[in-house]
């Protein structure tokens, strides 16, 4: 009887070892996924500096737009990730983009169009790494909930994980190929 005992006390810890173990490779995929945005979010606000001096050259008399930018780059580089401080960026983003279209000889400055091949690339890995996140929360959430690990996945600090979510700016936006124009 006390063989019996003791076998059963070794399965369940084995069980819940098992458990615990896979819920933190899960929950580091999530972690990953968070980095793997805010790296991307790094770059984007890494490259607004070059592309305001170089539109600065061929629009200067666009000051308060470029100093809106990059306030609001400054803003969001200082916030978290999933703040609105993003959404301002890129509406002030968007708005040293379109001077694209009002001075033809900034549309046609090489340094000018690199920038927003870059610029774009960097958004296209970040609707990337949103989407390898939301998987990632996605089975997480499933391997916690899922039995037996709901039994004790609570017990054990594992809690629901949120799903990331868009800014206004990005809604509709994100799994669509951005539209560069030289």
Known sequence: MEFVLIAIVVVLAIIVIGIYNRLVRLRQKVNQGVADIDAQLRQRHDLIPNLVNTVKGYASHEQDTLEKVISARNQAASG???????Q???????????????????????????????????????????????????????????????????????????????????????????????
């Open 80 to 86: 978290s990730i999933n703040s609105g401080d993003e």
């Open 88 to 182: 301002a960026l890129r509406v002030a983003l968007d708005r040293v983009l379109a001077l694209g279209e009002e001075y033809p000889d900034l549309k046609a400055n090489t340094n000018f169009q690199e920038l927003q091949r870059e610029l774009a690339d960097v958004e296209d890995k970040l609707a990337a790494a949103r989407r390898a996140l939301n998987a990632a929360v996605s089975r997480y959430n499933t391997g916690r909930e899922a039995f037996p690990a709901v039994m004790f996945a609570g017990t054990l600090g594992f809690l629901k994980a949120d799903f990331h979510r868009l800014d206004d700016s990005e809604t509709g936006v994100v799994d669509q190929v951005p539209n560069v124009q030289f």
